[in-house]
């Protein structure tokens, strides 16, 4: 296909993906919206008021950035699992493996999807936080690109862990025990300069810590980590597993007997 | 001239030891109507899945058009349209939309596809159920409504797997004509069919599959002259006391007013009607007994029983 047909293939993709999760808007976008109310009437308000400050900031302006990755990550990541196992499950992801499209826009496709719910999801907490804070931002650039490389990267993720899913158990493991645990542990709700020097080490092992501080940077300008160094190491997790999902699709791990 | 499909030492493996095609060979040419048949589990799915590149190959070559499937695929896949076995599309999405994804994956811009989406809802009478999310759909309309999204890129060869499957015949008889017409208008078909009288009935040319091996590829006219006997069921006007026995032709009796009449292919049909009459039997109806194609189909797909099981061997020669 030339590269006109292949625009067309890849908008394709990502239309029917964003009309997908449209579709279901109640089981998409509102339940986020819930929750993050919650978690801001909760830890802000009522808890955070006596927490006091942390790093210069009231507690819930602290948390704010936190929250929103936290939903940017979970919608990015369970968009595309979703999509990409309901469609291997169902048989219609043979409608695109017998087309000629290119592996790369069937990946890019899907990554779109999930970056388009996560993003939505990320404005949606954004607007729901201004009932609570007022929020300025700070270096706008870096939280945009921050916001559209994590996105990306746990769109990636979420591709992945479907391919190799083979119930709706496999589905929810990853996210259950894996995701939810990072994000917690990845200083959404804390600087990590209150826990010990020995956890503050095992801390930096957590991935989803460079997005959260980054992020935080972007928007409060404080961060526990250097923004350059979540930018660098956001793109080598993300070239690394966009390789890992584009050998798994080529192979047709998963997809082909 | 170029075939529409080109098969070399096609071989699919299993786990390691379970070798669903043992290096089939096909050629099927441009133009064709060309049936593919074979018992559940015979490879011909199998087969199918590999072309289409919904599985993945243990060895061997496929050319689709001259354009070779592993280094020219998205030629080779752009010549390709099929419909499966089983419903896998989005039972959430509307008809529309169906099509529309699917042109959109063949790169095609959507104010094209939706004058091919109308003109082929329309043809398989579905337009008025376009904007129906498929899941609501009848089973006949969900079989008509895979053939539209198989044709939305006009492939050169079209494959349809099982495509009558669980449809009632006056739908079955509409989706022949249609293919015909298709055939007709330039189309290479494919079809796989439980159905062997659609298969004898549309198809110029046949492969049978047996146990991952073409047992047998060659014309349906070739094939069908294969058969020496013809078994016909007569209906008599008195009932029948007793079976004659008339030189020539094997009769049994079903009950007071039938028989079943075998008859070589080399004697005509007055021939039978003589014997008969000499023993004052007036036949008021006949029919064939079997799908000629049946019979044939059966005696191929049992060849290899013949030599493990020595003791049907004989009857199964008779019939063939």
Same mark, same amino acid.
């Given at each position: 296909m030339n590269t006109q047909q292949n625009l067309v293939a890849f908008k394709t993709?990502?239309?029917?993906? =964003?009309?997908?999760?449209?579709?279901?808007?109640?089981?998409?976008?509102?339940?986020?919206?819930?929750?993050?109310?919650?978690?801001?009437?909760?830890?802000?308000?009522l808890i955070g008021s006596r927490i006091g400050d942390m790093d210069g900031f009231n507690y819930i302006e602290y948390i704010i950035p936190g929250l929103i990755m936290m939903s940017v990550i979970t919608n990015s990541y369970s968009n595309v699992v979703a999509a990409f196992f309901n469609a291997k499950m169902y048989g219609h992801v043979q409608e695109m493996l017998i087309s000629p499209?290119?592996?790369?826009?069937?990946?890019?496709?899907?990554?779109?999807?999930?970056?388009?719910?996560?993003?939505?999801?990320?404005?949606?907490?954004?607007?729901?936080?201004?009932?609570?804070?007022?929020?300025?931002?700070?270096?706008?650039?870096?939280?945009?690109?921050?916001?559209?490389?994590?996105?990306?990267?746990?769109?990636?993720?979420?591709?992945?862990?479907?391919?190799?899913?083979?119930?709706?158990?496999?589905?929810?493991?990853?996210?259950?025990? =894996?995701?939810?645990?990072?994000?917690?542990?990845?200083?959404?709700?804390?600087?990590?300069?209150?826990?010990?020097?020995?956890?503050?080490?095992?801390?930096?092992?957590?991935? =989803?810590?460079?997005?959260?501080?980054?992020?935080?940077?972007?928007?409060?300008?404080?961060?526990?980590?250097?923004?350059?160094?979540?930018?660098?190491?956001?793109?080598?997790?993300?070239?690394?597993?966009?390789?890992?999902?584009?050998?798994l699709l080529k192979k047709g791990t998963g997809t082909r007997s | 001239m170029i075939p529409a499909l080109k098969i070399n030492n096609l071989k699919k493996t299993y786990g390691g030891n379970i070798h669903a095609l043992k290096g089939i060979d096909l050629e099927v040419e441009k133009g064709d109507f060309f049936a593919l048949l074979g018992a559940n589990g015979a490879g011909k799915s199998t087969a199918i899945g590999i072309i289409c590149s919904l599985v993945n190959k243990t060895a061997g070559d496929i050319e689709?058009?001259?354009?070779?499937?592993?280094?020219?695929?998205?030629?080779?896949?752009?010549?390709?349209?099929?419909?499966?076995?089983?419903?896998?599309?989005?039972?959430?999405?509307?008809?529309?939309?169906?099509?529309?994804?699917?042109?959109?994956?063949?790169?095609?811009?959507?104010?094209?596809?939706?004058?091919?989406?109308?003109?082929?809802?329309?043809?398989?009478?579905?337009?008025d159920k376009r904007n129906e999310q498929a899941n609501k759909l009848s089973g006949g309309m969900k079989r008509r409504l895979m053939i539209a999204r198989a044709l939305i890129h006009k492939p050169k060869l079209l494959i349809l797997d099982e495509p009558t499957a669980g449809v009632d015949i006056e739908i079955r008889r509409s989706m022949w004509k249609f293919l015909t017409q298709l055939n007709t208008a330039g189309t290479t078909i494919i079809l796989t069919t439980h159905y062997l009288e659609e298969a004898e009935s549309m198809c110029k040319n046949i492969a049978i599959i047996n146990k991952g091996e073409v047992v047998e590829s060659t014309s349906m006219q070739?094939?069908?002259?294969?058969?020496?006997?013809?078994?016909?069921?007569?209906?008599?006007?008195?009932?029948?006391?007793?079976?004659?026995?008339?030189?020539?032709?094997?009769?049994?009796q079903i009950d007071a007013k039938s028989l079943e009449a075998d008859i070589d292919k080399s004697r005509s049909l007055n021939f039978m009607f003589e014997g008969l009459s000499k023993h004052?039997?007036?036949?008021?109806?006949?029919?064939?007994?079997?799908?000629r194609l049946e019979e044939l189909f059966i005696s191929l797909v049992e060849k290899d029983q013949i030599n493990e099981t020595p003791d049907i061997a004989e009857s199964i020669e008779v019939q063939s």
């Open positions: 993709i990502i239309v029917k993906e =964003v009309m997908r999760f449209l579709r279901i808007w109640v089981q998409t976008l509102v339940p986020p919206a819930i929750m993050m109310t919650l978690y801001f009437v909760i830890f802000g308000n499209i290119p592996n790369h826009v069937i990946l890019l496709g899907y990554i779109g999807g999930g970056m388009a719910r996560g993003i939505l999801v990320g404005v949606i907490v954004t607007i729901v936080s201004l009932f609570f804070s007022d929020l300025t931002i700070k270096h706008p650039l870096i939280t945009i690109g921050i916001l559209l490389m994590t996105s990306m990267l746990f769109s990636i993720a979420g591709f992945i862990n479907a391919v190799y899913a083979k119930n709706f158990d496999d589905i929810s493991i990853v996210p259950t025990f =894996v995701l939810t645990p990072l994000t917690y542990l990845g200083g959404v709700f804390y600087s990590i300069n209150l826990l010990s020097d020995f956890w503050q080490t095992v801390s930096l092992a957590n991935p =989803v810590l460079y997005m959260v501080n980054g992020f935080r940077y972007g928007i409060l300008g404080e961060s526990d980590i250097n923004p350059w160094v979540s930018f660098g190491l956001i793109i080598v997790f993300t070239a690394g597993l966009y390789t890992v999902a584009y050998q | 689709v058009f001259g354009h070779n499937l592993e280094t020219d695929r998205e030629k080779a896949q752009e010549c390709l349209g099929l419909v499966p076995q089983e419903f896998n599309f989005n039972v959430w999405e509307p008809v529309l939309e169906i099509l529309l994804n699917q042109a959109g994956f063949y790169g095609i811009d959507r104010k094209t596809a939706l004058g091919r989406a109308e003109e082929l809802l329309k043809h398989l009478e579905l337009w070739n094939l069908l002259s294969r058969l020496s006997i013809e078994t016909f069921v007569l209906d008599l006007k008195e009932p029948l006391d007793t079976l004659p026995e008339i030189e020539g032709l094997s009769l049994r004052n039997i007036r036949v008021m109806s006949m029919r064939n007994k079997t799908n």
